[in-house]
């Protein structure tokens, strides 16, 4: 075995590892309310609350630059 093929098994490995391990530290947020939106300046609109967003179709667009 090469030693490229070696690190990537180890990191496929520890990433496998780690997935399930943060499934289970965010489980208790299934089935709850979603947390209020909390951001920066708001581009089109004034801010929005969930409650006024109930009932319809919201599409979040999370960027960073950097």
């Known amino acids: ?26 489980a208790h947020l299934l089935g709850g309310p979603a947390p209020e939106i909390a951001a920066g300046p708001w581009i089109n609109s004034s801010p929005l609350t969930l409650g006024v967003l109930r009932g319809r179709v919201v599409l979040m667009d999370f960027w960073t630059s950097g």
């Open 1 to 26: 075995m090469t030693r490229s093929l070696k690190v990537v098994s180890v990191l496929v490995l520890g990433l496998l590892a780690w997935i399930p391990g943060r499934a289970a530290a965010q």
